[in-house]
């Protein structure tokens, strides 16, 4: 059983694309993490400062675990300044 994570962020319009560019810098360092399946960011194409984070974790401790990473800590701390709200994270579960 793995576990999907939607991560739905919206940046402050000046900072759209210093969230696009963080959000990409999570990518190699995440999928190097030995639980990461995948994990994608995806821009919304008719909403710029709209962007979702698809990943895939072999379970709910492995994403516990990417919480505690530097990069992670890095973008939350990047993240406080740029959004123009509250992060949405959705975790389902494939069976």
Do not use: K
């Not at 940046?11 to 190699?28: G, S, V």
């Amino acid at each position: 059983m793995s576990l999907h994570v939607v991560a739905e962020l919206r940046a402050l319009p000046e900072h759209q694309d210093r969230l696009r560019t963080a959000l990409e810098a999570m990518i190699e360092p995440s999928l190097a993490e030995r639980d990461c399946l995948s994990y994608q960011p995806f821009a919304d194409p008719n909403d710029p400062t709209h962007m979702v984070v698809v990943e895939e974790w072999t379970g709910a401790e492995a994403l516990e675990e990417h919480f505690t990473t530097p990069h992670f800590r890095h973008i939350a701390g990047v993240l406080d300044g740029i959004l123009a709200e509250p992060m949405i994270i959705r975790r389902l579960i494939a069976e």
